[in-house]
C-alpha cells in the first residue's frame, strides 16, 4: 500500500471509528519533555558516572551518619561543599578533552616522575581497600533483602568484571548511567521520615557551624568523601575514552557540572532522611545500619529505598574506582588503556581492572575489621587528595597546555580558595588519624 493508500485507510478508520481525528502529533509540551529526555541522555556521561560514584557505601554511610548526629545542621556546610566539587570536576573534564590525555599521564610530563610515582603507588592501595568496601557494600544492601554475601558478592564481581571485560565503553557508560538512577530513591526515602522542611530550608542557606572536634572531624570526613582523587582520574580518563574533544566540551561541561549538583543533592536528601528519621541517635557505623534504623522510624519502604540505593552506589563505585586506578597507571606507564579494547590489546589497564575486583571481592568474602580498613584508607586519600587537586589546579592555569581553555582569573581565584580548603581538610584529617594511632585525642 501506498502512503496515499495510507492516509485513505486511516480516513475511513476515523470515519468508522464516529468522526474521531486520526492520531496526530503529540501536543507541544509533550514534545518538549520528549526533547529535554532526549537532550539529558545525550548529556549524561562521565560527569554524572564520576560524581554519583563518590556516593559509594562509605559516603551513603558518612552523610547518614552527619544526619544522625547533627541532624540539618550539616546541610549548608554541603552547599558549600558542592562548589568545591564542581570546581574541581570541571577542571579536570576540561584537562582531558582540550589536551586529549588523562590526569596520570598528563602529571607525568608536567612533574617530577618521583611524585607523579608516589601519589600513584598511594591510589593504588588507596582504592584497592575502597574496593573491598564496595563489595562489602552490595553484601550489605543484599543482606536487608536476606541474601548471603557469598552469593552476592561473587555474582557482583563477575557481572562488573564481564561488563568492563566484554563491553565497550559506550556499553559500560549505559549500565553506569542506569545504575545513577538508584540514587533517586533517596529523595522518596526521605519523604516517607517527613522532615521539617521549613527547619531543612532554613539549614540549607544559613551556616551553622560548630567548634567542637566532634563537628570538625565529621565536616573534614564529608569533604573527602564528596571530593576524591579517584572521581577526579576517572572523570578525565572517561572523558578521553569517549572521545570528547574541544568542539564536544560545552556539552560535557553541562555534563559535568549538573552530574556534581545531582550527586551532591543526593547526599543532602541522604542526610535529610536520616536526620528525620533518627536524628539525635548518634554516630552510625555503616550504610547498613542507617537502612535498619530507618525501619521503626520512617517505616518499612524507606529501609527498602535506601537497600537499593546502597546497592546502586556500591555496584557503580565497584566499577568505576578500579577503572580510575587503571586509568592512571597505564597513562603514567603510556600504555592502552580503554574499555572498548580487548584483553590482547590493552593486558595492562584490563589486567589490572581484573585484579582489583578480584582482590575486593575475596577480602570482603572474609572477616575484616571494615572500619580499620576504611580508616586506613582515608588516610591514604587524604595524602593524595591535595596533591592531586594541586596538580589540576597548576594544570588548568597553565595556557602553555591548554591556551584559551585555561582557567580566567574569576575561576582561578575561586579554584585556589577550593583547592586550597579542600587540601586544608584532608591534611587535618591524616593529622587527627596518625595522632589518635599514639593516643592523642
Do not use: C
Request: hydrophobic share 55%; net charge positive.
Amino acid at each position: 500500500m501506498g502512503l496515499s493508500g495510507l492516509r485513505e485507510g486511516s480516513g475511513r478508520l476515523s470515519r468508522a471509528g464516529g468522526g474521531r481525528r486520526p492520531p496526530g502529533p503529540p501536543p507541544p509540551g509533550r514534545r518538549a519533555l520528549g526533547r529535554r529526555l532526549l537532550t539529558i541522555a545525550a548529556i549524561a556521561g562521565p560527569g554524572l558516572i564520576a560524581a554519583n560514584a563518590g556516593n559509594d557505601a562509605g559516603g551513603i554511610a558518612t552523610y547518614a551518619s552527619a544526619g544522625s548526629q547533627y541532624r540539618y545542621d550539616t546541610l549548608f556546610v554541603m552547599v558549600l561543599i558542592t562548589i568545591g566539587l564542581v570546581v574541581v570536576q570541571e577542571m579536570a573534564a576540561r584537562l582531558g578533552a582540550i589536551t586529549g590525555k588523562g590526569l596520570a599521564s598528563l602529571i607525568r610530563e608536567e612533574f617530577s616522575i618521583r611524585m607523579a610515582t608516589l601519589a600513584l603507588g598511594a591510589l593504588l592501595v588507596a582504592n584497592v581497600g575502597i574496593v573491598v568496601s564496595e563489595f562489602a557494600g552490595i553484601a550489605a544492601a543484599f543482606e536487608l533483602f536476606g541474601v548471603s554475601r557469598y552469593i552476592s558478592i561473587p555474582i557482583a564481581a563477575v557481572v562488573i568484571w564481564v561488563l568492563v571485560l566484554f563491553g565497550s565503553y559506550r556499553y559500560a557508560e549505559r549500565v553506569f548511567l542506569i545504575l545513577s538512577l538508584a540514587f533517586l530513591v533517596y529523595p522518596f526515602a526521605a519523604g516517607l521520615a517527613h522532615p521539617d522542611w521549613a527547619a531543612v530550608g532554613l539549614h540549607t542557606v544559613v551556616p551553622h557551624l560548630e567548634t567542637t572536634k566532634g563537628f570538625v572531624l565529621l565536616v573534614v570526613a564529608l569533604i573527602g568523601t564528596t571530593i576524591s582523587p579517584y572521581m577526579q582520574l576517572y572523570n578525565a580518563s572517561a572523558v578521553v575514552d569517549r572521545g570528547i574533544g574541544p568542539a564536544e566540551y560545552p556539552i560535557e561541561r553541562i555534563d559535568t557540572v549538573s552530574g556534581a549538583i545531582f550527586a551532591d543533592l543526593i547526599s543532602w536528601f541522604i542526610i535529610v532522611a536520616t536526620a528525620a528519621a533518627i536524628g539525635g541517635s548518634g554516630v552510625l557505623a555503616s550504610a547498613k545500619e542507617a537502612a535498619i534504623a530507618l525501619r521503626p522510624a520512617a517505616g518499612p519502604g524507606a529501609e527498602i529505598l535506601f537497600g537499593l540505593g546502597l546497592l546502586g552506589a556500591s555496584a557503580l563505585a565497584g566499577a568505576v574506582v578500579p577503572l580510575s586506578t587503571s586509568y592512571a597507571i597505564a597513562e603514567a606507564i603510556g600504555v592502552e588503556r580503554s574499555v572498548s579494547r580487548s584483553f590482547k590489546q590493552a593486558p595492562v589497564f584490563l589486567g589490572l581492572f581484573s585484579a582489583q575486583v578480584l582482590i575486593g571481592a575475596v577480602v570482603a568474602l572474609v572477616p575484616v575489621n571494615l572500619i580499620t580498613l576504611l580508616i586506613g584508607t582515608q588516610v591514604l586519600q587524604g595524602v593524595i587528595t591535595p596533591i592531586t587537586l594541586v596538580y589540576i589546579l597548576i594544570l588548568a592555569n597553565r595556557r602553555s597546555l591548554l591556551g584559551e581553555w585555561a582557567n580566567g582569573p574569576i575561576f582561578r581565584a575561586v579554584a585556589t580558595v577550593a583547592v586550597t580548603v579542600v587540601a586544608l581538610m584532608a591534611s587535618i584529617l591524616v593529622v587527627l588519624t596518625v595522632l589518635s594511632w599514639f593516643g592523642v585525642s
